[in-house]
């Protein structure tokens, strides 16, 4: 299967989405290389590729809220995956002590009025 997923396209390195197996929430995204992918598979919990530190690291393995492989699927390129998971311990799955890392907004559509959709300025 790892035969399947496109590793070269980006140096060695594919995004990894994380989604919530239960409610379809988007977790975080990180970084794969094919030794965390094999790691990943071979323990059950998603292990990421830090590109700061240059070394594998298994989400949750300070903080306690790992997570658990449900299931995963590539995109049509094979270049990108999705990875379905179980959120363990608090459910913070974010550094910044959320549960999702995707937090900050950057655009936002108004409803109702007619007018056009803006970027939100920070």
């Known amino acids: 299967m790892t035969d399947e997923i496109n590793f070269h396209k980006m140096q060695g390195l594919l995004p990894a989405i994380v989604q919530d197996a239960g409610n379809g929430d988007i977790l975080m995204l990180g970084f794969m290389n094919r030794e965390a992918w ?16 240059n070394q594998l690291w298994t989400k949750g393995e300070t903080s306690g809220n ?5 299931s995963a699927s590539t995109d049509c ?4 995956l999705l990875l379905r998971v179980e959120v363990e311990g608090a459910g913070m799955v ?7 890392c995707f937090t900050k907004p950057v655009f936002e559509a108004r409803s109702g ?5 803006q970027a939100v300025r920070s």
């Open 66 to 70: 790992r997570l658990k492989l449900i």
């Open 113 to 117: 009025d007619g007018t056009r959709s």
């Open 94 to 100: 974010c550094h910044e002590g959320t549960r999702s």
């Open 38 to 53: 094999q790691r990943t598979l071979d323990l059950g919990y998603v292990t990421f590729f830090s590109r700061t530190r």
């Open 77 to 80: 390129d094979r270049d990108t």
